[in-house]
Nanobody
Framework: QVQLVESGGGLVQAGDSLRLSCTASGRTFSSYAMGWFRRAPGKEREFVAAIKWNGDAMHYADSVLGRFTISRDNAKNTVYLQMNSLKPEDTAVYYC???????????????????WGQGTQVTVST
């Protein structure tokens, strides 16, 4: 099992930027795709972005495409989510997650992930 700790959330205004970080420990970070998900009040947890274990492929939800960027530093066991042009509808608890099966090419759905962080709150005001 891997332990994940997110940081970087906060309260910002619409149009601002934030960068979330998630540091992993407990297993070989570079063998696992990493994802970011979010849960808005009253809604189900949804996919935001994912990055392949070696960082050469990224996937995004349509709602964040062009505004958010996922990246990773395998030397630091850390994955990032750079969020630009934030909107009030981006308000949610953001979770990072580690892939269930190493080196699998399936990593864009909830079921692909087995380890989750505690979440970090992002609030975007108008």
């Amino acid at each position: 099992q891997v332990q994940l700790v997110e940081s970087g959330g906060g309260l910002v205004q619409a149009g601002d930027s934030l960068r979330l970080s998630c540091t992993a420990s407990g297993r070989t970070f570079s063998s696992y795709a990493m994802g970011w998900f979010r849960r808005a009040p009253g809604k189900e947890r949804e996919f935001v972005a994912a990055i392949k274990w070696n960082g050469d492929a990224m996937h995004y939800a349509d709602s964040v495409l062009g505004r958010f960027t996922i990246s990773r530093d395998n030397a630091k066991n850390t994955v990032y989510l750079q969020m630009n042009s934030l909107k009030p509808e981006d308000t949610a608890v953001y979770y990072c997650a580690a892939q269930r099966v190493p080196l699998s090419y399936s990593y864009t759905s909830l079921a692909d992930y087995a380890s989750w962080g505690q979440g970090t709150q992002v609030t975007v005001s108008t």
